[in-house]
């Protein structure tokens, strides 16, 4: 286990129908004047967004609506000139991980007077300047956003889709499962394999503790065992609620403590969704099975078998149940309904395959950090590998 330090200061609010109670006071303990963050509609459907207005009254609030899916830098500059020209003193951003992602750097926009792109490109330009605070109420269990540092921020001009972490976690996130009943089944089953991933890219780390590691195990079963409940039956309160934690508790740093934290899959994904479009979780479930079979070797079985006993509840010698191991993560993602290939979310060339690979290499570091590093061949192998099922019991 590395040396590590860890605080996490969001004030989590879990739980059903708390924002009546608790969100006035949350959000004007930081001024009165709001910048409402959403995205291209679901809580005008749901009626959250009248519900949150009328909590709200007595403040000034302004809007920025129509963040999208894969959040664009366009998007944070709408929000800069907003928060500068209305002099906000605190965001509120409901919605899921992209609406929470863009008010995150939106809040370090405000102190800063050039291009917000030139933040997401070089983080530690955030860290001089001065925050707005977040308050958020996530409407969608996935990306841990509501509980850590990150955001991840698209911009088509470059075909380029960057993380940039800024100094401080959201303020106070309102968790409550309820909210996420609405949440379609694609959507549902994006979000859970994303949470997975988010699992696999720090389970799959030769600094991972068994502190860690039992911690992470506990997480992938809950996410295993509740997602197909979810999907049977969308307005399952324990089974929402457990992901919607899961989704918290995997990226929230906790069960990175002591990593080498040299993550994987989500750099080669964030390619796809750079040039493609696609939805982030349901990239990483195209991957995720290939990548697996990629690295397996002596030196990884070991924690493979470990995964399959303790996740899958596999059983025989470590080299049988690492295969079993990584079908049983193949089966999981089909067993979700979503496409396993990448003709199956409309990418049917590979014309972009090989620009898309030097830029995770570059951007991910994954020929020094990776856990089983990988070059700019090794990637477009798996680019390559996952335009079928071959390989896999289908
Ligand atoms: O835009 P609206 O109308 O709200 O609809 C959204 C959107 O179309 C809809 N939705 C959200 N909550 C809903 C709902 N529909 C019905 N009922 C609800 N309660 O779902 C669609 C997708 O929303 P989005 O926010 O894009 O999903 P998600 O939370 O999965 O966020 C994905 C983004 O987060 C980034 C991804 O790369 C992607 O850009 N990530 C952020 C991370 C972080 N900050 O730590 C880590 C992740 O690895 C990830 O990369
Ligand atoms: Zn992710």
Redesign the pocket.
């Known amino acids: 286990m590395n040396n590590f330090k860890f605080k996490n200061e969001t004030s989590i609010r879990f739980g059903k129908d708390r924002l009546e109670t608790e969100l006035y006071d949350a959000v004007s303990q930081f001024g009165n004047r709001v910048l409402l963050t959403?995205?291209?509609?679901?809580?005008k459907?749901?009626g959250l967004y009248d519900r949150v207005i009328n909590l709200l009254s007595g403040l000034e609030v302004f809007e920025l609506s129509d963040?999208?899916?894969?959040?664009k830098i366009n998007s944070v500059r709408q929000g800069q000139k907003l928060v500068k020209e209305h002099d906000i003193d605190v965001i509120l951003a409901v919605?899921?991980?992209?609406?929470?992602?863009a008010s995150k750097v939106i809040a370090s926009s405000k102190f800063y007077d050039k291009d917000p792109w030139e933040l997401v490109k070089d983080s530690s330009k955030r860290f001089g300047i001065n925050q707005l605070p977040i308050v958020d109420i996530l409407?969608?269990s996935?990306?841990?956003?509501e509980m850590?540092a990150?955001?991840?921020i698209?911009n088509p001009e470059t075909n380029q889709?960057l993380?940039t972490m800024g100094p401080n976690t959201p303020a106070v996130s309102f968790l409550d499962p309820q909210?996420?009943?609405?949440?379609?089944k694609w959507?549902t089953a994006?979000?859970s394999i994303?949470i997975f991933?988010?699992l696999t890219e720090q389970y799959f780390d030769t600094g991972a503790s068994d502190v860690t590691l039992g911690m992470i195990e506990g997480l992938y079963r809950a996410v295993i065992k509740n997602t197909p409940s979810v999907l049977a039956d969308p307005n399952n309160y324990d089974a929402r609620a457990a992901l919607m934690w899961s989704s918290t508790m995997a990226?929230n740093g906790l069960v990175s403590v002591g990593t080498q934290n040299g993550w994987t899959v989500?750099p080669i994904e964030?390619e796809l969704?750079a040039y493609y479009d696609i939805?982030?979780?349901i990239g990483l479930g195209i991957l995720t099975p290939r990548w697996m079979k990629h690295i397996l070797s002596a030196e990884t079985v070991p924690r493979f078998a470990q995964f399959g006993r303790h996740v899958w509840h596999l059983t025989g010698t470590d080299e049988v149940v690492a295969n079993q191991a990584i079908q049983a993560t193949f089966d999981w993602v089909k067993s979700l309904n979503v496409p396993t290939t990448l003709p199956g979310v409309e990418i049917n060339d590979t014309t972009h395959f090989q620009k898309m690979a030097e830029s995770a290499v570059l951007v991910g570091d994954l020929n020094h950090s990776a856990y089983v590093p990988l070059e700019v061949a090794d990637v477009v192998s798996l680019f390559e590998q996952s335009m079928t099922n071959s390989g896999f019991v289908d």
């Open positions: 959403f995205g291209g509609g679901s809580i459907k749901s963040i999208e899916p894969n959040p919605g899921g991980g992209s609406v929470i992602d409407t969608l996935a990306t841990g956003t850590n990150g955001s991840v698209s889709k993380g909210l996420t009943y609405s949440v379609s959507q994006a979000g994303d991933s988010h990226l989500h964030h969704s939805t982030h979780g």
